[in-house]
């Protein structure tokens, strides 16, 4: 059964201060996405990962793939507090599952203080 | 060029009546999905629909739940004899192929009572 695994799962984090999110997920998958989702909202897709090394960055989120460690992170860089958000990566279901069976993590909920 | 639209937005009911909620991919596209989310959880998959078939409904519990997705129309995740347990925020999705990531709509939350 493929899983999928943030940590943290909670962060707290100053204004200006860079900070790593990590996932992790248990069998190969094709393709890896990281999605924002602030409170009582949807979620917002920022990265697709599709190949070993690829790296997306976006303002100041950067997000990497690392097929053989089956690692994916979100390194987030100078934080400003618009950043606050819950943040969750997710993965292609390749066994058993179809074309948009993704399975999430739990997400990281993350809170940028001044 | 309009997002999926999801309504109601917030719907109550009791234990034991039905739920129906409502989904409208964007426009030009035929996938759609819906995921249930739990409070403090990811999101799970339930099922994956296009135009009149079902393709994937290995999410969705065995009992209660059906989807459609009709030639004319929105989707439709409907619930029946909704328990509390089903209290969550649904989510649905669309998009146009593989390659695409999934847009998701605001999603409607279910509170049972």
């Known amino acids: 059964e493929l899983k999928v695994e943030q940590n943290p799962l909670f962060l707290s984090m100053q204004e200006g201060k860079n900070y790593t999110i990590y996932c992790n997920y248990s069998?190969?998958?094709?393709?890896l996405y990281w999605y924002r989702q602030d409170p009582g909202k949807s979620l917002e897709s920022l990265f697709v990962l599709l190949s070993n090394g690829a790296v997306k960055q976006e303002g100041r989120l950067m997000a990497s793939l690392d097929t053989k460690a089956r690692l994916s992170t979100l390194h987030i860089t100078a934080a400003v507090h618009d950043l606050s958000a819950t943040y969750f990566c997710a993965v292609d279901n390749n066994y058993g599952g179809s074309q948009g069976n993704l399975i999430f993590g739990k997400g990281t909920k993350l809170s940028v203080k001044p | 060029n309009a997002g999926v639209m999801q309504n109601p937005r917030h719907l109550v009911r009791r234990r034991g009546q039905e739920a129906r909620l409502r989904c409208s991919p964007m426009?030009?596209?035929?996938?759609v999905y819906w995921y249930r989310q739990l409070p403090e959880e990811g999101l799970k998959f339930m099922v994956y629909l296009q135009k009149e078939n079902i393709i994937d409904e290995s999410g969705m519990p065995k009992e209660r739940f059906s989807a459609e997705f009709p030639k004319e129309g929105p989707s439709i995740l409907r619930i029946q004899q909704v328990v509390r347990g089903d209290s969550a925020a649904y989510f649905c999705?669309?998009?146009?192929?593989?390659?695409?990531?999934?847009?998701f709509g605001n999603g409607t939350r279910l509170t049972v009572t």
């Open positions: 069998t190969t998958s094709d393709r």
């Open positions: 426009k030009g596209h035929s996938h």
């Open positions: 999705a669309s998009s146009t192929n593989y390659n695409s990531p999934l847009h």
